[in-house]
């Protein structure tokens, strides 16, 4: 049994709070001269996903720190762009499918040997498909699965064609990399073409690509506990028993969590002061990834029910948390209908709840290219005039 430090400080849990919401950028200053792309470094991960309500969740993560940044911008800071010629970011299984830190490449290599070593898949790679595929990329260039021969065998999104199995192989393997997306699709390039020549290496140990993991989880949660740390980038809870202890991070004890945890000793040095973001929240946004800590810090339970039958949904199909004054105040089911958004169904976590969704609703309103917003549910309907009066005045 692994003998754990004594904790080196006790925070409160107000402390623990405010200590996650600056290092997920929602407490001080934004840093707006860095942008999407220091967002992005900060974070260490964005999750994507498919769902696409106000804007695609790998948009709604900067806009929620950074406020009306520009969507053009957003793609840029992840993509590679025709004036670098190369990648800031690239995409791979972090948390999630997630864009990261083209920087943090071989800190993935353990998870690429992982992938290489691997006894079974799901699908079937056909005979002398894999070369190729390597070998058109290496001719034509950047290509989407389509480009490369087809995508699917059938209309199933399941069902692979062998090429595509083959280009996600060779992705996951780490010789391949998607460059960017096209209508949503991966446009793959060889990694000797996309990756910095000084990145490009699996040199780097296990032992030292989980150190760093974990450091930088630690960084991004501010303080977590080892299921917190282990869960930013899917890491096995041993994987980092073994090595937190050279990571850097400091142990602390946290009032009412229960559990040993650790902090980012640069964020100890100075107490969390500044301006608390008022903003809605994509439901996978890393501040509230994992419900479990979601909960402990903020007292909020938190679900995506998009993948839940209409009938047994509580919040609705993509029901986005309200973030003000440090707390998690309520949530918005949003659609748009042309120049309206329409906040489909509120929740409010109480009255005084009113005044910050109204804002987080007319911001997001204004990002998005709409003009009015329109609520048509309000769960608690005492608060549905307050609601509306509230969005007149912003409005106006």
Same mark, same amino acid.
């Given at each position: 049994?692994?003998?754990?430090?004594?904790?080196a400080?006790?925070?409160?849990?107000?402390?623990?709070?405010?200590?996650?919401?600056?290092?997920?950028?929602?407490?001080?200053? *934004?840093?707006?001269?860095?942008g999407?792309?220091?967002?992005?470094?900060?974070?260490?991960?964005?999750?994507? @996903?498919?769902?696409?309500?106000?804007?695609?969740?790998?948009?709604?993560?900067?806009?929620? /720190?950074?406020?009306? +940044? &520009?969507?053009?911008?957003?793609?840029?800071?992840?993509w590679r762009t025709?004036?670098?010629?190369?990648?800031?970011?690239?995409?791979? !299984?972090?948390?999630?499918?997630?864009?990261?830190?083209?920087?943090?490449?071989?800190?993935?290599?353990?998870?690429?040997?992982?992938y290489r070593?691997?006894?079974? !898949?799901?699908?079937?790679?056909?005979?002398?498909?894999?070369?190729?595929? #390597?070998?058109?990329?290496?001719?034509?260039?950047?290509?989407?699965?389509?480009?490369?021969?087809?995508?699917?065998?059938?209309?199933? !999104?399941?069902?692979?064609? &062998?090429?595509?199995?083959?280009? =996600?192989?060779?992705?996951?393997?780490?010789?391949?990399?998607?460059?960017?997306?096209?209508?949503w699709?991966? +446009?793959? @390039?060889?990694? =000797?073409?996309?990756?910095?020549?000084?990145l490009?290496?699996?040199?780097?140990?296990?032992?030292?690509?989980?150190?760093?993991?974990?450091?930088?989880?630690?960084?991004?949660?501010? +303080?977590?506990?080892?299921?917190?740390?282990?869960?930013?980038?899917?890491?096995?809870? =041993?994987?980092?028993?073994? +090595?937190?202890?050279?990571?850097?991070?400091?142990?602390v004890?946290?009032?009412?969590? &229960?559990?040993?945890?650790?902090?980012?000793?640069?964020?100890?040095?100075?107490? *969390?002061?500044?301006?608390? /973001?008022?903003?809605?929240?994509?439901p996978?946004?890393?501040? #509230?990834?994992?419900?479990?800590?979601t909960?402990?810090?903020?007292?909020?339970?938190?679900?995506?029910?998009?993948y839940?039958p209409?009938?047994?949904?509580?919040?609705?199909?993509?029901?986005?948390?309200?973030?003000?004054?440090?707390?998690? #105040?309520g949530?918005?089911?949003p659609?748009?209908?042309?120049?309206?958004?329409?906040?489909?169904?509120?929740?409010?976590?109480?009255?005084?709840?009113?005044?910050?969704?109204?804002?987080?609703?007319v911001?997001?309103?204004?990002?998005?290219?709409?003009? @009015?917003?329109?609520?048509?549910?309000?769960?608690?309907?005492?608060?549905?005039a307050?609601?509306?009066?509230?969005?007149?005045?912003?409005?106006?």
């Open positions: 049994m692994t003998t754990l430090p004594r904790p400080l006790t925070l409160t849990a107000d402390d623990a709070r405010r200590l996650a919401l600056r290092a997920q950028g929602f407490l001080g200053a *934004p840093d707006r001269r860095s999407a792309r220091g967002v992005l470094r900060a974070l260490g991960a964005v999750q994507l @996903d498919t769902i696409s309500v106000l804007a695609r969740s790998h948009e709604l993560i900067p806009y929620a /720190r950074l406020g009306a +940044v &520009g969507r053009r911008s957003v793609e840029s800071a992840y025709p004036s670098s010629g190369a990648p800031h970011a690239f995409e791979y !299984w972090s948390h999630a499918a997630c864009i990261l830190p083209v920087e943090e490449w071989p800190h993935f290599a353990f998870r690429r040997r992982a070593d691997r006894p079974h !898949w799901n699908h079937q790679l056909p005979e002398g498909v894999y070369d190729q595929v #390597i070998k058109q990329l290496r001719t034509e260039g950047p290509l989407t699965a389509t480009e490369l021969g087809g995508a699917k065998r059938t209309s199933d !999104w399941w069902d692979w064609s &062998g090429t595509k199995v083959a280009v =996600e192989r060779a992705l996951m393997y780490g010789e391949v990399v998607c460059v960017e997306r096209r209508s699709k991966r +446009v793959y @390039d060889l990694a =000797e073409r996309a990756i910095p020549k000084e490009l290496h699996d040199d780097l140990d296990d032992a030292e690509c989980l150190r760093r993991l974990v450091r930088l989880a630690g960084e991004a949660l501010g +303080v977590g506990t080892r299921a917190d740390i282990a869960d930013y980038h899917r890491l096995k809870g =041993e994987q980092v028993d073994a +090595v937190i202890a050279d990571s850097g991070l400091v142990p004890e946290v009032e009412g969590w &229960g559990k040993p945890a650790w902090a980012d000793p640069a964020a100890l040095s100075a107490p *969390p002061r500044g301006r608390h /973001r008022t903003t809605l929240l994509s996978f946004d890393s501040l #509230i990834w994992e419900r479990a800590r909960e402990r810090i903020f007292g909020f339970t938190h679900r995506l029910e998009a839940v209409k009938p047994k949904r509580v919040y609705g199909y993509f029901a986005m948390p309200v973030l003000s004054g440090g707390r998690l #105040i949530r918005v089911d659609a748009r209908e042309g120049r309206t958004l329409v906040a489909r169904q509120v929740t409010l976590e109480d009255p005084k709840a009113v005044p910050g969704v109204a804002q987080a609703l911001e997001a309103a204004s990002w998005v290219g709409c003009t @009015d917003v329109r609520v048509e549910r309000v769960d608690s309907p005492e608060l549905r307050p609601l509306t009066l509230e969005l007149a005045r912003a409005l106006s």
